[in-house]
């Protein structure tokens, strides 16, 4: 008997105990703070990623181009007798050439002059650059003619079925 009219007592006019009221004090104190915490880390996150983007420097990207060993690119095989293929090579273009007596060859396809890309012109069966006119050897890549002062970087082709696969030599 005394205790029921113990617990009653307890209760304030609206018949809400004080001990349960205290439960959902602290519950909805926690709730709110994990929200809060939610978009913190959110908020932290959307400020910090494009900071990382913008401090992500051309010598790390070039660091992670480097670690690429090797590339399929696509439609390769499709490439006609005589015709190339400018391609990826990580983060560098690269030129696919499918010479005609049915060889393969590829090279980096940036100038050793000034970094300018190069492109395989069929016709003459060379390798230009537009910018100075350097001339570069279509199957050893080295340099011909202009200002280029050393060979293209090359790259070992092997074709397997149907895909061409390019690798650092
Ligand atoms: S950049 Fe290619 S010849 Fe100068």
Redesign the pocket.
Known sequence: MSDSSDVRSKKDAGGRSPVNDSHVSVSRRAAVGSVVGVFSVGYVGAVSYPIYRYLNTPVERAASAAQVTEVSPPDAAKVKLGASQTFMFGSRPAVLIHHEDGQWSAFDAV??????T?KYESSKDRIY??????VYNAETGEPEA???PRALTRYKVEVKDDEVIVSRV
């Open positions: 100038c050793t002059h000034l970094g300018c190069v650059c537009a910018c100075h006119g350097g202009g200002p280029p």
